[in-house]
DNA sequence: AACAATTTTAAACAAGCGTTTAAATTAATT
DNA sequence: AATTAATTTAAACGCTTGTTTAAAATTGTT
């Protein structure tokens, strides 16, 4: 644990803390302030204004979550094994940053804050190959033919929601934070079985 | 088209619209008086304060949220296609409410805003006897035997999420609105073959 | 028509907002 | 050690916030 964090960036770690659990208009300048332990006047010192510190924390969080895990697809692995595995490697990094997909949804479908710049990101995405991967597994009737855009909703749906809905489904149901970790896990496993099962072998489905 | 709706009436309305496009947080009294074509010291005057007026009109609309869709158990139809139906009930509500789900997620993350009002939703739901039916089913071997809360979220996170992800996908994918409806429709299907192929006849699966 | 109750309005309130200023402090350079 | 530059601070700026007030306008009642 270094504290060795020069004061621009104790501010931009406490800005993303702080934003990721309250969001841009929840949050005061204050409030980060006093989080990183600095002075109001500091935030603006080295980030301008919240809109220009907000516009940096929220594209470097969107990049680090679209990307963290993808890697998985550079590996020599059948894609069956590497959905697998992203899959758990998703679940893993949400139970860490869970308030991360709801975070990004809720600041991008109100987008006029600023203008975000994502142009690298699915350059990023496509330079792991997995695109190519995927059209060429559908050439060969490994995996279902579907749009891509559709298998990664599909995907990002399964992976993303449950953690986004912690607060719906514990309300709903009466759970406690023990039981909906439970709910989490075994939540992996049906789906992952359920779009290994639907998105290969279609031959045998349809 | 009567706009015989009372101050109230059109206050309440207003500050629907306005809170969900906005949020709580993002939102003043004075716009949604002005989108209600009122003064601002109605908004109190009626409703006493923002977060009362915000009270009741999350409670209402998470109501109809989750109560929407959900009569078609009681129909006199196959569990099959009960679930069939459902999930294109589903989408089209979600087609002309797309952005209630990320609304009812962003203001229940942080729930500290007032404590909502929830009881008779759970047993609303019950009284349509679809949880009966599916723990049945299940002893029937019907369906596959899981948790009701991950049934739930299985079919929660493949109906809600596509609507949630809209700027996200648009964004990344560089589609246009009118292709996005595409890939909605096409996912509409996908995950209704998704989820009933897994959920039904799992002697077949496992 | 006169009175009372309700509804609507404009104006004001203190408090908090993002941001700026200018002085105080620390660090770097000569 | 003296001087300059960079950092940090406390205080203030104008503005907006949610809410309240008290008067005006409308409606209802006798």
């Known amino acids: 644990m270094s504290k060795e964090l020069s004061t621009e960036e104790k501010i931009r770690e406490a800005a993303k803390n702080v934003f990721i659990a309250k969001g ?12 990183a332990g600095m002075n109001v006047a500091l935030v603006n010192y080295y980030f301008c204004s919240k809109k220009q510190l907000f516009k940096l924390v929220f594209e470097a969080v969107l990049e680090d979550f679209m990307l963290s895990t ?14 697998r595995i992203f899959i758990e490697r998703e ?10 997909p709801r975070f990004i949804l809720s600041e991008l479908s109100r987008g006029d804050k600023c203008e975000f710049d994502h142009a690298g990101i699915l350059d990023k995405i496509a330079s792991t190959g997995v695109f190519e991967e995927l059209l060429e597994a559908q050439e060969k009737g490994v995996i279902r033919k579907i749009d891509l855009t559709n298998i990664m909703l599909l995907i990002m749906s399964n992976c993303h929601y449950p953690f986004m809905a912690k607060p719906l489904m514990k309300y709903l149901n009466n759970l406690s934070e023990e039981q909906y970790q439970e709910r989490l896990m075994l939540q992996k496993q049906y789906v992952t079985e359920m779009l290994i099962g639907y998105l290969f072998n279609p031959k045998t489905n349809s």
Chains 1, 2 share one sequence.
């Open 91 to 100: 679940f893993e990094f949400l139970t860490s940053h869970p308030d991360i």
């Open 70 to 83: 993808i890697e998985v697809f550079r590996k020599d692995l059948s894609l069956e094994s590497k959905m």
């Open 24 to 35: 841009f208009d929840g949050c005061t300048s204050r409030e980060i302030a006093k989080a």
